[in-house]
């Protein structure tokens, strides 16, 4: 299954690297694109859900790195509820 990297970039202008099990995450964000934060998280909770239920598929078990990323992400989100800017950029996507 290949793996993924996607740079983001949160409202305040801080960089994260955030990690996918499988190339699914390509099909809900692009690199340059950005999202409004609502919108951001939830592709991000539909993309990892997928990519966690893959690895269930093929390993028999969920994958604990796409729901702890996911889990970052909604923690992190809950950060910025007044923050003047709520966009999320995604950077890039690279396979690991």
Known sequence: ??????????????????????????TYFYAGESYDLEEFVARSRQALTTASDRVQQKYGHPCRLA??????????ANHYPNHPSQ???VVYLKAI
Do not use: N
């Open 1 to 26: 299954m290949p793996e993924v990297q996607f740079e983001i970039v949160w409202p305040d202008g801080e960089s994260e690297v955030c990690y996918s099990p499988s190339s699914v995450i390509q």
């Open 87 to 89: 966009q999320v950029k």
């Open 67 to 76: 729901l702890a990323q996911l889990q970052a992400i909604q923690e992190k």
